[in-house]
């Protein structure tokens, strides 16, 4: 380009003045832009209130009965800048008075006669007619009674000046800032231009990504004090080079541990809000890494803990020192079950005499804790068992004495007849007591090798265990199983299966309810070649919702707080895979409303040639751990 000039000092100057012409045009282009909304919404507004007081000076003139105050109100407002034309018209419509021409003479358009149905008592209505024409009403009330309406049209000549004005401010300005700019660039020199763009290169070298490697030191073209600058920059980008290689060690170092720790990390400012986690702390609140970053305590973590975390950050600001081993009870998920975490908060010092942030270590130990409570219960629940047995132990030995006395009372001696009936009696009450003494040594010592079972005997116990409860609640039993079905299994661990399911579903039962126990010979209903036997337990009971159902054979998972461990369908399903069985659930809740709720538990356990050797195997397992 020929008319482009060669010298750098009128390059940039052509250049400058260009840009800023281009950039003084498109702002001047965006201020009209803004000048004209605000102008527009100024006079609308200004339109409002002008109708609004013509219609309150119309109003009192009308209170004190003076019609030269309604024409002079009007032509007050008419000589209003912004007014091209002011009148008040009665309800009808009528013209009383006009700021421009004659009132007989003035009529409402048909625009506006058709809008006075619409104008509302105290209100102003604005309205856009024909040929853009802006025109406002008010209603003018006197003694809360309509008198008539207040009409003030718009001016659009004031708009127009308004433009012009900004228009000529504008112009105005960027005159002056051109020639500003050029005196400006005109006093610079080549010596001040080059040496700068030499440091502009090499400070955008250094923020690039590979921070500007192999491009240190600039070169130095001046020696003046611009060169000395240059010269301090390289010593500069050197030394930062230094630092970056030693920072990037130990934030890689860093980043390292946050993600891999096996514990919640967390740091938040002195504002409570988070600026980092690790993804232990995300999966604990439930809100992903990247939803954290700027975001206070109390909008991520749960209501019920918010508070004791916040307090103890607090804590830690005010005293700067570390808070240990805060034990905090939760409730999570659908349906809620309870988690503790432990919370520690130390500060974050970026300085010896500066804490910046805090930093809290969360460890989930819910699991711990229920397994401690499940083992303290589990210890209770075995020393009770053996307490029972060793009870049972004892009682046998006076039972027998008592029973050989009643024979011999009741066979030595002339006993009138019904002394005769309360031995016999006596003698029926002491044999159940052995035969429940009997039952107690043999639930406690169950057999721990794999034999062929007569399963009526079996449920027949377990039934009898929960008799008194079975009772309590008068709930109807029905049995439907043959007294010479059997099945080759441990039936120490059967015994613990179903005494679970039916104490499960007489604690879901209500009075007068049902409890089936069903037995049949069947095939696994995956693999139809296995044969086996089906065992049905069904309650009509209150049913489970879709949500426990899932988590149904977690480890202490319960819905029976205090009274439950959460183990014992746990267990009951290991048991059951253990015998290559399967378990199927059905159950309807009786939150759906529906009368007919329960449950229904359907055990398959194999019987056949393949369950038999690995019955062996796990009799030859027991048998070489007791050797």
């Given at each position: 380009m020929r008319w482009w000039p060669r010298s750098i000092r009128w390059q940039m100057l052509t250049g400058l003045l260009l840009l800023e012409g281009l950039s003084i045009?498109?702002?001047?282009?965006?201020?009209?832009?803004?000048?004209?909304?605000?102008?527009?919404?100024?006079?609308?507004?200004?339109?409002?209130?002008?109708?609004?007081?013509?219609?309150?000076?119309?109003?009192?003139?009308?209170?004190?009965?003076?019609?030269d105050g309604v024409g002079l109100s009007v032509k007050m407002m008419g000589d209003a800048p912004t007014v091209a034309l002011a009148k008040v018209t009665d309800q009808a419509g009528k013209v009383l008075s006009v700021s421009k021409g004659r009132a007989e003479e003035s009529r409402l358009d048909p625009e506006e006669a058709a809008l006075i149905p619409l104008l509302r008592r105290g209100a102003v209505s604005c309205f856009t007619f024909s040929g853009d024409r802006w025109e406002c009403a008010h209603a003018i009330v006197v003694a809360h009674a309509t008198r008539g309406f207040a009409w003030v049209e718009f001016d659009k000549r004031w708009m127009h000046a308004q433009y012009v004005s900004t228009l000529s401010s504008s112009a105005i300005f960027g005159t002056i800032w051109l020639l500003a700019s050029a005196i400006l660039v005109l006093l610079m020199g080549r010596t001040i231009t080059q040496p700068l763009a030499i440091l502009h290169e090499g400070a955008t070298s250094l923020m690039s990504a590979d921070g500007g490697r192999g491009r240190f030191p600039l070169q130095i073209a001046v020696h003046n004090e611009i060169g000395d600058l240059i010269e301090t920059f390289n010593r500069m980008v050197a030394s930062l080079a230094e630092q970056r290689a030693g920072l990037?060690?130990?934030?890689?170092?860093?980043?390292?541990?946050?993600?891999?720790?096996?514990?919640?990390?967390?740091?938040?400012?002195r504002n409570h809000r988070f600026v980092r986690v690790n993804q232990i702390f995300a999966d604990l609140t439930g809100v992903a890494i990247s939803s954290h970053l700027g975001r206070a305590l109390p909008e991520l973590l749960p209501?019920?803990?918010?508070?004791?975390?916040?307090?103890?950050?607090?804590?830690?600001?005010?005293?700067?020192?570390?808070?240990?081993?805060?034990?905090?009870?939760?409730?999570?998920?659908?349906?809620?079950?309870?988690?503790?975490?432990?919370?520690?908060?130390?500060?974050?010092?970026?300085?010896?005499?500066?804490?910046?942030?805090?930093?809290?270590?969360?460890?989930d130990s819910s699991d711990r804790k229920r397994s401690e409570e499940a083992l303290r219960r589990s210890e209770k629940l075995a020393v009770t068992g053996r307490l029972a047995a060793a009870i049972a132990h004892?009682?046998?030995?006076?039972?027998?004495?008592?029973?050989?006395?009643?024979?011999?009372?009741?066979?030595?001696?002339?006993l009138p007849e019904s002394a005769r009936q309360y031995v016999t009696t006596a003698e029926n009450e002491v044999r159940r007591i052995a035969e429940i003494t009997q039952q107690t040594l043999r639930f406690y010592r169950q057999p721990s090798q794999p034999a062929r079972v007569t399963l009526a005997e079996l449920l027949d116990f377990v039934l009898k265990l929960f008799q008194s409860r079975i009772r309590a609640l008068d709930l109807r039993v029905e049995r439907d199983y043959d007294a010479s079905q059997s099945l080759f299994c441990v039936a120490g661990e059967l015994r613990q299966v179903f005494a679970n399911l039916v104490g499960n579903a007489i604690d879901a039962s209500s009075a007068g309810g049902r409890l089936v126990v069903?037995?049949?010979?069947?095939?696994?209903?995956?693999?139809p070649e296995r044969a086996g036997i089906r065992f049905a337990i069904a309650d009509t009971g209150m049913g489970m919702e879709p949500e426990v159902r899932e988590h149904l054979y977690e480890a202490f998972f319960t819905t029976k707080e205090a009274k439950g461990t959460g183990l014992g369908l746990w267990v009951s399903h290991e048991i059951v895979a253990k015998h290559g069985g399967l378990i199927h659930i059905r159950s309807r809740a009786a939150s759906t409303g529906r009368k007919d709720s329960g449950t229904v538990f359907e055990l398959f356990i194999p019987d056949g040639p393949c369950q038999t050797q690995e019955a062996d195997r796990m009799a030859n397992t027991h048998s070489s751990a007791g050797a």
């Amino acid at each position: 380009m020929r008319w482009w000039p060669r010298s750098i000092r009128w390059q940039m100057l052509t250049g400058l003045l260009l840009l800023e012409g281009l950039s003084i045009g498109l702002f001047a282009l965006f201020l009209v832009h803004l000048q004209a909304r605000e102008i527009s919404f100024r006079a609308h507004t200004r339109l409002e209130y002008e109708a609004e007081s013509l219609a309150l000076l119309a109003s009192d003139a009308f209170a004190q009965q003076r019609s030269d105050g309604v024409g002079l109100s009007v032509k007050m407002m008419g000589d209003a800048p912004t007014v091209a034309l002011a009148k008040v018209t009665d309800q009808a419509g009528k013209v009383l008075s006009v700021s421009k021409g004659r009132a007989e003479e003035s009529r409402l358009d048909p625009e506006e006669a058709a809008l006075i149905p619409l104008l509302r008592r105290g209100a102003v209505s604005c309205f856009t007619f024909s040929g853009d024409r802006w025109e406002c009403a008010h209603a003018i009330v006197v003694a809360h009674a309509t008198r008539g309406f207040a009409w003030v049209e718009f001016d659009k000549r004031w708009m127009h000046a308004q433009y012009v004005s900004t228009l000529s401010s504008s112009a105005i300005f960027g005159t002056i800032w051109l020639l500003a700019s050029a005196i400006l660039v005109l006093l610079m020199g080549r010596t001040i231009t080059q040496p700068l763009a030499i440091l502009h290169e090499g400070a955008t070298s250094l923020m690039s990504a590979d921070g500007g490697r192999g491009r240190f030191p600039l070169q130095i073209a001046v020696h003046n004090e611009i060169g000395d600058l240059i010269e301090t920059f390289n010593r500069m980008v050197a030394s930062l080079a230094e630092q970056r290689a030693g920072l990037n060690d130990t934030l890689s170092l860093l980043d390292s541990m946050l993600a891999n720790a096996p514990i919640g990390l967390a740091f938040v400012d002195r504002n409570h809000r988070f600026v980092r986690v690790n993804q232990i702390f995300a999966d604990l609140t439930g809100v992903a890494i990247s939803s954290h970053l700027g975001r206070a305590l109390p909008e991520l973590l749960p209501s019920s803990i918010a508070g004791e975390v916040q307090a103890a950050v607090k804590r830690v600001f005010s005293s700067e020192e570390p808070v240990r081993n805060l034990e905090i009870g939760i409730e999570k998920g659908k349906p809620r079950q309870k988690q503790t975490w432990l919370i520690s908060a130390y500060p974050v010092r970026t300085s010896l005499n500066q804490m910046r942030w805090v930093g809290i270590i969360a460890l989930d130990s819910s699991d711990r804790k229920r397994s401690e409570e499940a083992l303290r219960r589990s210890e209770k629940l075995a020393v009770t068992g053996r307490l029972a047995a060793a009870i049972a132990h004892e009682i046998n030995n006076p039972l027998e004495a008592i029973t050989n006395l009643l024979f011999l009372l009741n066979n030595c001696c002339e006993l009138p007849e019904s002394a005769r009936q309360y031995v016999t009696t006596a003698e029926n009450e002491v044999r159940r007591i052995a035969e429940i003494t009997q039952q107690t040594l043999r639930f406690y010592r169950q057999p721990s090798q794999p034999a062929r079972v007569t399963l009526a005997e079996l449920l027949d116990f377990v039934l009898k265990l929960f008799q008194s409860r079975i009772r309590a609640l008068d709930l109807r039993v029905e049995r439907d199983y043959d007294a010479s079905q059997s099945l080759f299994c441990v039936a120490g661990e059967l015994r613990q299966v179903f005494a679970n399911l039916v104490g499960n579903a007489i604690d879901a039962s209500s009075a007068g309810g049902r409890l089936v126990v069903r037995v049949r010979r069947s095939r696994d209903w995956k693999q139809p070649e296995r044969a086996g036997i089906r065992f049905a337990i069904a309650d009509t009971g209150m049913g489970m919702e879709p949500e426990v159902r899932e988590h149904l054979y977690e480890a202490f998972f319960t819905t029976k707080e205090a009274k439950g461990t959460g183990l014992g369908l746990w267990v009951s399903h290991e048991i059951v895979a253990k015998h290559g069985g399967l378990i199927h659930i059905r159950s309807r809740a009786a939150s759906t409303g529906r009368k007919d709720s329960g449950t229904v538990f359907e055990l398959f356990i194999p019987d056949g040639p393949c369950q038999t050797q690995e019955a062996d195997r796990m009799a030859n397992t027991h048998s070489s751990a007791g050797a």
